[in-house]
């Protein structure tokens, strides 16, 4: 059974930092790539980072770009979301996921994890 | 980075048929896939690629796409498709993801 376990999430000031990690398992989670994805309160859904199983190669969306910091150790099957400067706007559930939009190499392999909450307030 | 536009809400009677749509330029290279959330729960994939449903889902959930827009369409709607739908793809430059603003389908 595929499950992926966030932990982390917490009330944060603005400016602060946090560290969300997922724990993974039930997939070769060394083959597959990770994303985050949030959804702040009542909103939609918003892709944050994404990070391949070869090469580490990572990337962003604009909104959290140097300020976010994705990893993974494959040994423990974890990934980690370093979240610094913290704003406001940051405040939302976070999900660790396989997206099927990013994993091609198993058809449809999507797995979503039941998310942590930040909350980002003074 | 590009952006996929969905209509904020759409409803449907019981048992009718509903087609729910996503714009956006990237959808002209890469397909697009559906989720669908209810409240308090993550994102559950209905559709992904073409028009494949994952395992456990009903066939009355279908896909199509024409140029820059993508559609998901529910056969005879049930209470249980009473939910929010993404869809999601790759941006332009393929290298980020990026979801719709959702459509809050409602089944009357």
């Known amino acids: 059974e595929v499950q992926l376990l966030e932990s982390g999430g917490d009330l944060a000031q603005p400016g602060g930092s946090l560290q969300l990690s997922c724990a993974a398992s039930?997939?070769?989670?060394?083959?597959?790539?990770m994303s985050w994805v949030r959804q702040a309160p009542g909103k939609g859904l918003e892709w944050v980072s994404l990070i391949y199983s070869g090469d580490t190669t990572t990337y962003y969306a604009d909104s959290v770009k140097g300020r976010f910091t994705v990893s993974r150790d494959n040994s423990k099957n974890t990934v980690s979301l370093q979240m610094t400067n913290l704003r406001a706007d940051d405040t939302a559930v976070y999900y660790c996921?396989?997206?099927?939009?990013?994993?091609?190499?198993?058809?449809?392999?999507?797995?979503w994890g039941q998310g942590t909450a930040v909350i980002v307030s003074s | 980075s590009s952006e996929l536009t969905q209509d904020p809400a759409v409803s449907v009677a019981l048992g009718q048929t509903v087609r729910i749509t996503c714009q956006g330029d990237s959808l002209r290279v890469f397909s697009a896939n559906w989720y669908q959330q209810k409240p308090g729960q993550a994102p559950l994939l209905v559709i992904y690629g073409e028009n494949n449903r994952p395992s456990g889902i009903p066939d009355r959930f279908s896909a199509s796409s024409s140029g820059n827009t993508a559609s998901l369409t529910i056969t005879g709607a049930q209470a249980a498709d009473d939910a929010d739908y993404y869809c999601n793809s790759r941006d332009d430059s393929g290298n980020h993801v990026v979801f719709g603003g959702g459509t809050k389908l409602t089944v009357l």
């Open positions: 996921a396989v997206l099927v939009a990013v994993v091609t190499a198993t058809p449809g392999a999507d797995y």
């Open positions: 039930g997939f070769p989670f060394s083959f597959y790539a």
